[in-house]
Protein backbone atom coordinates (compact mmCIF):
# COMPACT_ATOMS: atom_id res chain seq x y z
CA UNK A 1 0.00 0.00 0.00
CA UNK A 2 1.54 3.49 -0.79
CA UNK A 3 -0.19 5.13 2.51
CA UNK A 4 2.50 4.41 4.20
CA UNK A 5 5.65 5.10 1.52
CA UNK A 6 6.70 8.35 3.38
CA UNK A 7 7.39 6.55 6.29
CA UNK A 8 10.31 7.70 8.32
CA UNK A 9 12.17 9.53 5.00
CA UNK A 10 15.62 8.89 4.30
CA UNK A 11 17.18 6.85 1.43
CA UNK A 12 16.59 4.12 -0.50
CA UNK A 13 18.17 0.64 0.70
CA UNK A 14 17.70 -2.99 -0.43
CA UNK A 15 15.71 -3.26 3.21
CA UNK A 16 13.29 -0.42 2.31
CA UNK A 17 12.58 -1.82 -0.84
CA UNK A 18 12.25 -5.03 0.17
CA UNK A 19 9.73 -4.14 2.78
CA UNK A 20 8.05 -1.92 0.56
CA UNK A 21 7.37 -5.19 -1.31
CA UNK A 22 6.27 -7.38 1.20
CA UNK A 23 3.84 -4.74 2.06
CA UNK A 24 2.80 -4.61 -1.13
CA UNK A 25 4.02 -0.86 -1.49
CA UNK A 26 4.56 -1.21 -4.79
CA UNK A 27 4.52 2.43 -5.49
CA UNK A 28 7.12 3.14 -3.14
CA UNK A 29 9.50 0.21 -4.21
CA UNK A 30 9.27 1.11 -7.57
CA UNK A 31 10.80 4.52 -6.17
CA UNK A 32 13.29 2.78 -4.06
CA UNK A 33 14.03 0.31 -7.22
CA UNK A 34 15.22 3.29 -9.55
CA UNK A 35 17.08 4.92 -6.79
CA UNK A 36 19.12 1.41 -6.39
CA UNK A 37 19.72 0.99 -10.16
CA UNK A 38 21.98 4.19 -10.10
CA UNK A 39 24.19 2.62 -6.45
CA UNK A 40 27.16 0.34 -6.97
CA UNK A 41 26.30 -3.13 -6.06
CA UNK A 42 27.18 -6.55 -5.87
CA UNK A 43 25.83 -8.60 -8.62
CA UNK A 44 23.79 -10.72 -6.45
CA UNK A 45 22.35 -7.15 -4.97
CA UNK A 46 21.57 -5.79 -8.31
CA UNK A 47 19.57 -9.21 -9.47
CA UNK A 48 17.31 -8.83 -6.47
CA UNK A 49 16.79 -4.99 -7.03
CA UNK A 50 15.86 -5.91 -10.51
CA UNK A 51 13.78 -9.04 -9.94
CA UNK A 52 11.99 -6.47 -7.01
CA UNK A 53 11.81 -3.56 -9.83
CA UNK A 54 10.00 -5.81 -12.16
CA UNK A 55 7.49 -7.39 -9.25
CA UNK A 56 6.77 -3.86 -8.45
CA UNK A 57 6.07 -2.66 -11.81
CA UNK A 58 4.32 -5.45 -12.60
CA UNK A 59 1.46 -5.16 -9.57
CA UNK A 60 0.95 -1.60 -10.03
CA UNK A 61 0.23 -2.24 -14.00
CA UNK A 62 -2.08 -4.62 -12.95
CA UNK A 63 -4.15 -3.18 -10.55
CA UNK A 64 -4.42 -0.02 -13.18
CA UNK A 65 -5.35 -2.61 -15.53
CA UNK A 66 -8.35 -4.25 -13.35
CA UNK A 67 -9.68 -0.47 -12.47
CA UNK A 68 -9.66 0.58 -16.12
CA UNK A 69 -11.66 -2.79 -16.83
CA UNK A 70 -13.82 -2.03 -14.03
CA UNK A 71 -14.76 1.76 -15.40
CA UNK A 72 -15.02 0.78 -18.96
CA UNK A 73 -17.74 -1.74 -17.83
CA UNK A 74 -20.00 1.42 -15.96
CA UNK A 75 -19.22 3.46 -19.36
CA UNK A 76 -16.54 5.85 -17.92
CA UNK A 77 -14.46 5.28 -21.45
CA UNK A 78 -11.72 8.43 -20.54
CA UNK A 79 -10.87 7.31 -17.08
CA UNK A 80 -10.44 4.30 -18.26
CA UNK A 81 -8.19 5.34 -21.12
CA UNK A 82 -5.84 7.28 -18.17
CA UNK A 83 -5.28 3.79 -16.01
CA UNK A 84 -4.43 1.96 -19.00
CA UNK A 85 -2.14 4.38 -20.27
CA UNK A 86 -0.48 4.45 -16.56
CA UNK A 87 -0.59 1.07 -16.73
CA UNK A 88 1.65 0.63 -19.97
CA UNK A 89 4.03 2.69 -17.97
CA UNK A 90 4.32 0.83 -15.39
CA UNK A 91 4.83 -2.77 -16.85
CA UNK A 92 7.40 -4.60 -16.93
CA UNK A 93 6.46 -7.78 -18.36
CA UNK A 94 6.61 -9.26 -21.88
CA UNK A 95 2.70 -10.90 -21.38
CA UNK A 96 1.36 -8.16 -19.27
CA UNK A 97 2.33 -5.74 -21.66
CA UNK A 98 0.48 -7.37 -24.66
CA UNK A 99 -2.28 -8.03 -22.56
CA UNK A 100 -2.49 -4.61 -21.64
CA UNK A 101 -2.02 -3.06 -25.32
CA UNK A 102 -4.99 -5.95 -26.50
CA UNK A 103 -7.21 -4.24 -24.12
CA UNK A 104 -6.18 -0.49 -25.53
CA UNK A 105 -6.77 -1.73 -29.02
CA UNK A 106 -10.14 -3.32 -27.86
CA UNK A 107 -12.93 -0.80 -28.67
CA UNK A 108 -14.82 -0.83 -25.44
CA UNK A 109 -18.86 -1.47 -25.91
CA UNK A 110 -20.73 1.86 -25.95
CA UNK A 111 -24.32 1.48 -24.22
CA UNK A 112 -27.09 1.68 -26.33
CA UNK A 113 -29.49 4.90 -26.45
CA UNK A 114 -32.82 4.13 -27.15
CA UNK A 115 -34.26 6.70 -29.78
CA UNK A 116 -37.47 8.49 -28.97
CA UNK A 117 -40.33 7.54 -30.54
CA UNK A 118 -41.36 9.89 -33.67
CA UNK A 119 -45.23 10.89 -31.59
CA UNK A 120 -43.03 12.21 -28.75
CA UNK A 121 -40.63 13.88 -30.73
CA UNK A 122 -41.46 17.46 -30.96
CA UNK A 123 -43.17 16.99 -27.24
CA UNK A 124 -41.30 19.26 -25.08
CA UNK A 125 -43.58 17.94 -22.18
CA UNK A 126 -42.94 14.10 -23.20
CA UNK A 127 -39.76 13.91 -23.97
CA UNK A 128 -36.43 12.68 -21.66
CA UNK A 129 -35.04 15.34 -19.47
CA UNK A 130 -31.26 15.13 -18.96
CA UNK A 131 -30.61 17.34 -16.23
CA UNK A 132 -27.13 19.22 -15.87
CA UNK A 133 -24.14 18.35 -13.94
CA UNK A 134 -23.79 20.97 -10.87
CA UNK A 135 -19.89 21.83 -10.32
CA UNK A 136 -20.44 20.39 -6.90
CA UNK A 137 -21.39 16.98 -7.86
CA UNK A 138 -18.47 16.93 -10.45
CA UNK A 139 -16.21 17.49 -7.68
CA UNK A 140 -17.71 14.93 -5.25
CA UNK A 141 -17.87 12.39 -8.10
CA UNK A 142 -13.72 13.25 -8.85
CA UNK A 143 -13.42 12.91 -5.25
CA UNK A 144 -14.98 9.28 -5.11
CA UNK A 145 -12.97 8.18 -8.03
CA UNK A 146 -10.06 9.19 -5.74
CA UNK A 147 -11.18 7.27 -3.09
CA UNK A 148 -11.70 4.35 -5.24
CA UNK A 149 -8.48 4.68 -6.65
CA UNK A 150 -6.86 4.39 -3.98
CA UNK A 151 -8.93 1.88 -2.03
CA UNK A 152 -8.04 -0.88 -5.33
CA UNK A 153 -4.69 -1.78 -3.16
CA UNK A 154 -6.64 -2.51 0.28
CA UNK A 155 -7.79 -5.32 1.20
CA UNK A 156 -11.29 -6.00 0.06
CA UNK A 157 -13.21 -5.91 3.25
CA UNK A 158 -11.24 -3.07 4.78
CA UNK A 159 -11.83 -1.30 1.66
CA UNK A 160 -15.90 -1.45 2.04
CA UNK A 161 -15.04 0.35 5.74
CA UNK A 162 -13.34 3.35 4.31
CA UNK A 163 -15.99 3.81 1.12
CA UNK A 164 -19.09 3.72 4.14
CA UNK A 165 -17.03 6.66 5.97
CA UNK A 166 -18.29 9.89 5.83
CA UNK A 167 -17.47 13.21 3.92
CA UNK A 168 -15.11 14.76 6.33
CA UNK A 169 -13.34 11.52 6.85
CA UNK A 170 -12.60 10.73 3.49
CA UNK A 171 -11.01 14.29 2.97
CA UNK A 172 -8.46 13.44 5.93
CA UNK A 173 -7.78 10.34 4.21
CA UNK A 174 -7.31 12.27 0.61
CA UNK A 175 -5.19 14.92 2.05
CA UNK A 176 -2.89 12.11 3.79
CA UNK A 177 -2.39 9.65 0.76
CA UNK A 178 -1.87 13.29 -1.14
CA UNK A 179 0.61 13.99 1.29
CA UNK A 180 -0.51 17.40 2.47
CA UNK A 181 0.37 15.70 5.87
CA UNK A 182 0.27 19.00 7.72
CA UNK A 183 -3.36 19.62 5.95
CA UNK A 184 -4.33 15.94 7.09
CA UNK A 185 -3.58 15.90 10.59
CA UNK A 186 -5.06 18.69 11.62
CA UNK A 187 -8.13 17.26 9.60
CA UNK A 188 -7.76 14.24 11.67
CA UNK A 189 -8.09 16.04 14.91
CA UNK A 190 -11.05 17.86 13.61
CA UNK A 191 -12.54 14.90 13.29
CA UNK A 192 -15.67 13.99 16.33
CA UNK A 193 -15.07 11.35 18.87
CA UNK A 194 -17.61 9.09 16.88
CA UNK A 195 -15.14 8.48 13.96
CA UNK A 196 -12.30 7.27 16.47
CA UNK A 197 -11.94 3.68 15.70
CA UNK A 198 -9.50 1.90 14.89
CA UNK A 199 -8.95 3.01 11.08
CA UNK A 200 -8.78 6.56 12.38
CA UNK A 201 -6.35 5.50 14.77
CA UNK A 202 -4.33 3.65 11.92
CA UNK A 203 -4.69 6.50 9.72
CA UNK A 204 -3.39 9.02 12.61
CA UNK A 205 -0.90 6.83 13.80
CA UNK A 206 0.72 6.08 10.34
CA UNK A 207 1.06 9.82 9.59
CA UNK A 208 2.26 10.88 12.74
CA UNK A 209 4.97 8.27 12.41
CA UNK A 210 5.77 9.30 8.75
CA UNK A 211 6.08 12.67 10.32
CA UNK A 212 8.66 11.35 12.51
CA UNK A 213 6.20 11.71 16.00
CA UNK A 214 7.26 8.11 16.84
CA UNK A 215 5.98 8.08 20.79
CA UNK A 216 2.87 9.68 19.11
CA UNK A 217 2.35 7.35 16.64
CA UNK A 218 3.18 4.35 18.56
CA UNK A 219 0.51 5.27 21.00
CA UNK A 220 -2.46 5.65 17.80
CA UNK A 221 -1.69 2.63 16.36
CA UNK A 222 -1.56 0.89 19.79
CA UNK A 223 -5.07 2.18 19.90
CA UNK A 224 -6.09 0.96 16.81
CA UNK A 225 -4.99 -2.30 17.83
CA UNK A 226 -6.51 -2.46 21.49
CA UNK A 227 -10.20 -1.26 19.31
CA UNK A 228 -9.11 -4.34 16.44
CA UNK A 229 -6.28 -6.90 17.10
CA UNK A 230 -6.96 -8.02 13.57
CA UNK A 231 -6.14 -4.78 11.72
CA UNK A 232 -3.06 -6.29 10.44
CA UNK A 233 -2.13 -3.37 8.43
CA UNK A 234 -1.82 -1.30 12.05
CA UNK A 235 0.31 -4.17 12.61
CA UNK A 236 2.52 -3.29 10.32
CA UNK A 237 2.73 0.26 10.96
CA UNK A 238 3.20 -0.77 14.61
CA UNK A 239 6.30 -3.00 13.53
CA UNK A 240 7.75 0.06 11.58
CA UNK A 241 7.89 2.53 14.30
CA UNK A 242 9.85 -0.28 16.33
CA UNK A 243 12.25 -1.12 13.84
CA UNK A 244 12.35 3.10 13.69
CA UNK A 245 13.52 2.97 17.27
CA UNK A 246 15.71 -0.63 17.25
CA UNK A 247 13.17 -2.01 19.42
CA UNK A 248 13.66 -4.91 17.24
CA UNK A 249 12.17 -7.47 20.23
CA UNK A 250 8.95 -5.52 20.77
CA UNK A 251 8.48 -5.69 17.30
CA UNK A 252 8.99 -9.65 17.21
CA UNK A 253 6.79 -9.47 20.25
CA UNK A 254 3.98 -7.99 18.47
CA UNK A 255 4.06 -10.11 15.90
CA UNK A 256 3.87 -13.67 17.98
CA UNK A 257 1.24 -11.97 19.92
CA UNK A 258 -0.85 -11.04 16.37
CA UNK A 259 -0.18 -14.82 16.33
CA UNK A 260 -1.59 -16.66 19.39
CA UNK A 261 -4.55 -14.00 19.15
CA UNK A 262 -5.61 -16.10 15.85
CA UNK A 263 -3.60 -13.74 13.23
CA UNK A 264 -2.69 -14.52 9.76
CA UNK A 265 0.00 -16.62 10.05
CA UNK A 266 1.12 -16.36 6.56
CA UNK A 267 1.07 -12.40 7.55
CA UNK A 268 2.78 -12.53 10.47
CA UNK A 269 5.53 -14.85 9.81
CA UNK A 270 6.54 -13.01 6.09
CA UNK A 271 6.85 -10.02 8.36
CA UNK A 272 8.84 -11.60 10.48
CA UNK A 273 11.50 -12.75 7.64
CA UNK A 274 11.72 -9.41 7.05
CA UNK A 275 12.46 -8.44 10.37
CA UNK A 276 15.00 -11.03 10.87
CA UNK A 277 16.67 -10.02 7.49
CA UNK A 278 16.93 -6.68 9.01
CA UNK A 279 19.04 -7.73 11.62
CA UNK A 280 21.41 -9.98 9.57
CA UNK A 281 19.83 -13.23 11.20
CA UNK A 282 19.47 -14.87 7.97
CA UNK A 283 18.77 -18.55 9.62
CA UNK A 284 15.90 -17.20 12.04
CA UNK A 285 14.42 -15.54 8.74
CA UNK A 286 14.86 -18.50 6.69
CA UNK A 287 12.90 -20.95 9.47
CA UNK A 288 9.98 -17.93 9.02
CA UNK A 289 9.98 -17.53 5.49
CA UNK A 290 9.61 -21.54 5.70
CA UNK A 291 6.41 -21.11 7.94
CA UNK A 292 4.76 -18.49 5.87
CA UNK A 293 4.86 -20.53 2.94
CA UNK A 294 3.65 -23.56 4.74
CA UNK A 295 0.73 -21.35 5.99
CA UNK A 296 -0.01 -20.64 2.22
CA UNK A 297 1.55 -16.94 1.40
CA UNK A 298 1.84 -17.64 -2.42
CA UNK A 299 2.61 -13.54 -3.12
CA UNK A 300 5.07 -14.00 -6.02
CA UNK A 301 6.99 -10.83 -4.28
CA UNK A 302 7.20 -13.02 -0.94
CA UNK A 303 8.14 -16.20 -2.81
CA UNK A 304 11.36 -14.12 -4.33
CA UNK A 305 11.87 -12.58 -0.51
CA UNK A 306 11.82 -16.11 0.50
CA UNK A 307 14.04 -17.98 -1.97
CA UNK A 308 16.47 -15.19 -1.57
CA UNK A 309 17.04 -15.47 2.23
CA UNK A 310 16.72 -19.06 1.59
CA UNK A 311 19.88 -19.03 -0.64
CA UNK A 312 21.64 -17.01 1.43
CA UNK A 313 21.86 -19.68 3.44
CA UNK A 314 23.21 -22.28 1.01
CA UNK A 315 19.82 -23.80 1.21
CA UNK A 316 20.27 -24.75 -2.54
CA UNK A 317 17.74 -27.46 -3.02
CA UNK A 318 14.90 -25.59 -0.89
CA UNK A 319 15.46 -22.43 -2.73
CA UNK A 320 14.98 -23.87 -6.14
CA UNK A 321 11.36 -25.72 -5.00
CA UNK A 322 10.53 -22.14 -3.94
CA UNK A 323 11.35 -20.37 -6.91
CA UNK A 324 9.52 -23.17 -9.05
CA UNK A 325 6.53 -21.31 -7.64
CA UNK A 326 6.81 -18.08 -9.32
CA UNK A 327 4.64 -18.92 -12.35
CA UNK A 328 5.98 -18.34 -16.04
CA UNK A 329 5.50 -15.27 -18.36
CA UNK A 330 5.97 -15.30 -22.09
CA UNK A 331 7.23 -17.58 -23.99
CA UNK A 332 9.45 -19.35 -22.69
CA UNK A 333 8.02 -22.16 -21.30
CA UNK A 334 7.81 -23.86 -18.08
CA UNK A 335 10.58 -21.40 -16.81
CA UNK A 336 9.97 -18.49 -15.16
CA UNK A 337 13.14 -15.39 -15.10
CA UNK A 338 14.04 -15.57 -11.69
CA UNK A 339 14.54 -19.16 -11.61
CA UNK A 340 16.40 -19.34 -14.74
CA UNK A 341 18.68 -16.92 -13.20
CA UNK A 342 18.87 -19.05 -10.26
CA UNK A 343 20.12 -22.02 -12.52
CA UNK A 344 22.09 -19.70 -14.36
CA UNK A 345 24.15 -18.63 -10.45
CA UNK A 346 24.31 -22.65 -9.89
CA UNK A 347 25.51 -23.22 -13.66
CA UNK A 348 22.16 -26.04 -13.97
CA UNK A 349 19.86 -26.51 -17.01
CA UNK A 350 21.73 -24.66 -19.33
CA UNK A 351 19.80 -25.70 -22.42
CA UNK A 352 16.80 -24.71 -20.83
CA UNK A 353 17.40 -21.34 -19.56
CA UNK A 354 19.09 -20.33 -22.64
CA UNK A 355 15.44 -21.08 -24.57
CA UNK A 356 14.09 -18.82 -21.31
CA UNK A 357 16.34 -15.67 -21.46
CA UNK A 358 16.49 -15.90 -25.71
CA UNK A 359 12.59 -15.65 -25.40
CA UNK A 360 13.21 -13.09 -22.96
CA UNK A 361 15.22 -11.50 -25.66
CA UNK A 362 12.54 -11.41 -28.12
CA UNK A 363 9.68 -10.22 -25.33
CA UNK A 364 11.77 -7.29 -24.38
CA UNK A 365 14.38 -6.65 -26.97
CA UNK A 366 14.89 -2.68 -25.55
CA UNK A 367 16.36 -4.86 -22.26
CA UNK A 368 19.83 -5.91 -22.90
CA UNK A 369 19.65 -7.51 -19.39
CA UNK A 370 18.59 -10.67 -21.35
CA UNK A 371 21.40 -10.71 -23.78
CA UNK A 372 24.00 -10.80 -20.75
CA UNK A 373 22.49 -13.36 -19.38
CA UNK A 374 22.42 -15.60 -22.69
CA UNK A 375 26.23 -14.35 -22.90
CA UNK A 376 26.62 -15.49 -19.89
CA UNK A 377 24.70 -18.91 -20.07
CA UNK A 378 26.93 -19.61 -23.58
CA UNK A 379 29.94 -19.08 -21.76
CA UNK A 380 28.97 -21.39 -18.91
CA UNK A 381 28.18 -24.58 -22.46
CA UNK A 382 31.79 -22.92 -23.10
CA UNK A 383 30.57 -21.57 -26.86
CA UNK A 384 33.35 -18.99 -25.84
CA UNK A 385 33.78 -17.78 -29.34
CA UNK A 386 29.91 -16.71 -28.92
CA UNK A 387 29.82 -16.05 -25.93
CA UNK A 388 32.49 -13.27 -25.84
CA UNK A 389 31.37 -11.97 -28.74
CA UNK A 390 27.53 -11.44 -27.11
CA UNK A 391 29.36 -9.97 -24.29
CA UNK A 392 31.40 -7.11 -25.61
CA UNK A 393 28.08 -6.08 -27.85
CA UNK A 394 25.82 -5.80 -24.80
CA UNK A 395 28.90 -4.22 -22.54
CA UNK A 396 28.53 -1.18 -24.74
CA UNK A 397 24.97 -1.28 -24.82
CA UNK A 398 23.90 2.38 -22.65
CA UNK A 399 20.81 0.96 -21.82
CA UNK A 400 22.22 -1.61 -19.52
CA UNK A 401 21.78 -0.75 -15.88
CA UNK A 402 25.24 0.19 -14.14
CA UNK A 403 25.34 -2.82 -11.92
CA UNK A 404 25.21 -5.12 -15.24
CA UNK A 405 27.14 -2.99 -16.94
CA UNK A 406 29.41 -3.35 -14.13
CA UNK A 407 28.72 -7.09 -13.70
CA UNK A 408 29.60 -7.75 -17.69
CA UNK A 409 32.82 -5.54 -17.39
CA UNK A 410 34.00 -7.97 -14.64
CA UNK A 411 33.26 -11.41 -16.22
CA UNK A 412 35.11 -9.47 -19.33
CA UNK A 413 38.37 -8.83 -17.72
CA UNK A 414 38.22 -12.62 -16.12
CA UNK A 415 37.89 -13.66 -19.65
CA UNK A 416 40.88 -11.65 -21.05
Not at 63 to 76: I, P, R
Not at 215 to 232: D, F, G, I, K, M
Request: hydrophobic share 40%; net charge negative.
Amino acid sequence: MGLLGKLFGGGASIEKLRKAIVQQRYADASIFAAELAGQSLSVTAADEVETLRITAGDELARLNLEEAQGLQSSGNFDLADEHLQLALEQVCSAELRREIEQVIAAKPLEPEIAAPEKNLANCSSCAPKVRPIEPEEAIISDVGSQIELILTSYPPAMAARYTAKNEDFKTAFLATHAGRDEQALLLWQQLDETDHDDLYWFELGSLLGRKGDLVNARSALETALQQNPQLLLAVESLVTVFIANDEYQLAQELLHQTLEQGGNPAFCHAQLTFLHLQQDNYPESAEHARQALLAGNTETQFILLAAMVLEHIGAVDETERVLKMVPATGCGGATSLPLAEFWLRHNQHLGEILDTFNAACREEPDNPRWQLRVAQTYLARKWDKDGIKLLRKVVADPRLEPELAEEATQLLTELS
